[in-house]
């Protein structure tokens, strides 16, 4: 069969490297990819955002199967327009995918079916939400209510720090009409982990849990960015709190999903903070994340194409869960250009790579990287997804940061403690 993946980043990157291997595979193609998923499929140039091109392709290149990787597409219905020609396609519909795109339509989800998560209040007027911040006496976070690629969530020590992100979203429209609406919440403590699940909107399978390093410094300081790094599994995930995470959060919202009328296929992303074993949501996506996707595709031994394929054509099998393999643990040590996430330079020349990726159970995914005339240069804020597996979490590690070691550019960046809290909970 022939799939094309939608997308340009690491975790597309990854998917396609992973759709790759599977025997029933001949073709994997990536629109509109980047040179550094072109080693790995090939690469088409057409947008991510225009569908009817998207269309054309799948017709002229006879493609079975359409996997997307971002939000945005999602969020603009590009499920349901290639559906309309009958073309199977992973991911849910525009309406689902609102569990995304719009928190409130998440969080009364949530309400509505008893899903754990923090309490919170919608605002669509600046002053009534700086009113209610006031009322609160406790921390809270300020949430833009659409899309804001990972940056529109501000953590908030004191109700003056809110009141500025309230400013910032609804007035100043940092993020544009992604902030005409706020969702403000109670800060959750404990420890993150995310949580994948497959769904075909009636049935699921449970694939892994992983820990991503949003902020861009050591001992997560600094600012917010898309994922510095990622490993798998996370240790923070014991069987209890699996159990609780599929029971209390994946299975209604599946269930909820289906019982409202948009029923859920896809991937869905459970953003958790757990505390005393007690799994909370602190967001859903409607597509793998961006880096965990590399550290817990690298540690798939089974096929993923029949899961997604299955998701996409609503014919998950009843003993799907039992054809689901994971190896050892992997780590992704994401390498970014200097500046990020703010600006950064662009065109700066990468040593190493050939030298990195030959190292034993290693595998170099690229984000923002071009090649030229034979050499690979910096594109992108995120460059590479440096990931490696090994027989424990540190095991990984160590292999991961040694390929790091090899890889030259000027400016690069890494956090140097991807994966120690998990190291912290390893048993020796
Ligand atoms: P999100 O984009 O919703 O995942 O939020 C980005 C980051 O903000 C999360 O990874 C958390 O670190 C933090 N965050 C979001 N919501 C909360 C919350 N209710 N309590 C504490 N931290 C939060
Ligand atoms: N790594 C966070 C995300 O993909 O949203």
Not at 95 to 108: D, G, H, Q
Not at 341 to 367: N, T
Not at 400 to 420: L, N, P
Request: with cysteine.
């Amino acid at each position: 069969m022939r799939v094309l993946v939608i997308g340009s980043g690491g975790r597309e990157h990854a998917l396609v490297w992973s759709i790759g291997r599977s025997p029933d595979v001949d073709a994997v193609l990536c629109a509109p990819g980047s040179d550094g998923i072109g080693v790995d499929g090939r690469v088409v140039p057409v947008d991510e955002g225009d569908f009817e091109g998207i269309a054309r392709l799948v017709t002229r290149e006879g493609v079975d199967l359409v996997v997307v990787g971002p939000e945005q597409p999602l969020a603009n219905g590009i499920t349901d327009r290639l559906r309309r020609d009958g073309i199977a396609v992973f991911g849910p519909s525009q309406e689902a995918a609102r569990l995304e795109s719009s928190k409130t339509f998440a969080k009364e989800f949530m309400h509505r079916h008893g899903i754990p998560t923090a309490a919170y209040r919608s605002f669509e007027d600046p002053d009534e939400a700086a009113a209610y911040v006031e009322s609160c006496h406790a921390p809270v976070v300020v949430k833009a209510d659409g899309l804001a690629a990972g940056k529109g969530v501000s953590v908030c020590a004191d109700a003056q720090e809110a009141r500025r992100a309230i400013e910032e979203a609804m007035r100043e429209r940092r993020f544009g009409d992604a902030g005409a609406r706020v969702v403000i919440e109670e800060r959750l403590h404990g420890e993150e982990a995310s949580y994948y699940a497959i769904s075909d909107g009636e049935r699921f399978v449970t694939l892994a849990a992983a820990q991503d390093h949003k902020p861009v410094l050591d001992g997560d300081r600094g600012e917010n960015t898309g994922g510095m790094g990622a490993y798998s599994p996370a240790p923070v995930v014991d069987g209890e709190v699996e159990r609780r995470i599929v029971e209390r959060i994946v299975r209604p919202a599946i269930d909820g999903m289906r019982l409202e009328g948009e029923p859920y296929r896809g991937v869905l992303y459970v953003g958790l903070m757990i505390a005393d074993g007690e799994p909370r949501v602190i967001e859903f996506n409607t597509r793998f994340g961006d880096p965990e996707t590399q550290a817990i595709l690298f540690r798939l031994e089974s096929d993923l194409v029949p899961l997604l394929q299955a998701a996409a054509e609503g014919r998950l099998r009843d003993d799907a869960q039992s054809g689901i393999r994971f190896g050892a643990p992997a780590v992704c040590v994401v390498m970014s250009s200097k500046g990020y996430p703010r600006s950064y330079p662009r065109d700066l020349p990468i040593e190493g790579l050939g030298e990195a990726a030959a190292l034993p159970d290693v595998k170099i995914f690229h984000a923002g990287t071009r090649c030229n005339a034979g050499v690979w240069r910096t594109q992108g804020g995120r460059v590479l997804g440096v990931t490696a597996r090994g027989p424990s979490v540190a095991a990984a590690r160590d292999r991961a940061y040694a390929a790091v070691s090899r890889i030259r550019f000027e400016g690069a960046h890494y956090r140097t403690d991807i994966a120690a809290r998990a190291l912290g909970r390893e048993r020796p």
